[in-house]
């Protein structure tokens, strides 16, 4: 059974880069009431050998454009992950979140067989363009989204599950 792909990307991908960007707001909000530098937290990891929040935030916006761009069969626009402030993380949100919304349903549906091969961790993987949304690209957005969503708790950053979700 088929899907449509827009359906099932636009508005998710949407919700988590508008979770994404409440996250950063709440975190600025929070060490500016702390007093504290935002990037402290931005530089954080839950442990040692995970990536720290702001390069979660940069992973999540790459698997949001990099779907857009694998499923349609376009350009996957280049960011240089040097973010290194919530305004710097902001406005690669805002693009990623502009190149999301430039598609249309047609650019995307009928695209479900498209073969898409992609590296990770070394490994070269095929999927068909269904495959790979539902399982690759959302669970990695939502794996990197969660991971910047709980750094900033860990930190103490009034979030909650609607803040998750996409909503203020």
């Given at each position: 059974?088929?899907?449509s792909?827009?359906?099932?990307?636009?508005?998710?991908?949407?919700?988590?880069?508008?979770?994404?960007s409440i996250?950063?707001?709440?975190t600025?909000?929070?060490?500016?009431?702390?007093?504290?530098?935002?990037g402290?937290?931005?530089?954080?990891r839950?442990?040692?050998?995970?990536?720290?929040?702001?390069r979660?935030?940069?992973?999540?916006?790459?698997?949001?454009k990099?779907?857009m761009?694998r499923?349609s069969?376009?350009d996957n626009?280049?960011?240089?992950?040097s973010?290194?402030t919530?305004a710097e993380l902001?406005?690669r949100i805002?693009?990623?979140?502009?190149?999301?919304k430039?598609?249309?349903?047609s650019?995307?549906?009928?695209?479900e067989?498209?073969?898409i091969t992609?590296?990770?961790?070394?490994?070269?993987?095929t999927?068909?363009?269904q495959?790979?949304?539902?399982?690759?690209?959302?669970?990695n957005?939502?794996?990197?989204?969660?991971?910047?969503?709980a750094?900033?708790?860990k930190n103490?950053?009034?979030?909650g599950?609607?803040?998750?979700?996409?909503?203020e």
């Amino acid at each position: 059974m088929t899907i449509s792909l827009y359906a099932a990307t636009v508005p998710a991908l949407l919700q988590m880069l508008t979770s994404l960007s409440i996250t950063l707001k709440k975190t600025e909000e929070f060490a500016k009431s702390k007093g504290m530098d935002a990037g402290t937290i931005l530089g954080d990891r839950l442990i040692e050998d995970m990536l720290p929040m702001a390069r979660q935030v940069q992973i999540a916006c790459d698997h949001a454009k990099g779907a857009m761009a694998r499923i349609s069969g376009t350009d996957n626009p280049k960011f240089e992950d040097s973010e290194k402030t919530v305004a710097e993380l902001q406005a690669r949100i805002a693009k990623t979140v502009e190149f999301v919304k430039s598609f249309k349903a047609s650019d995307l549906d009928g695209q479900e067989d498209r073969a898409i091969t992609i590296k990770a961790a070394g490994n070269e993987m095929t999927f068909p363009a269904q495959t790979y949304l539902v399982n690759y690209a959302l669970p990695n957005l939502y794996f990197h989204t969660s991971m910047a969503y709980a750094v900033a708790r860990k930190n103490g950053v009034p979030l909650g599950k609607m803040n998750f979700m996409g909503r203020e």
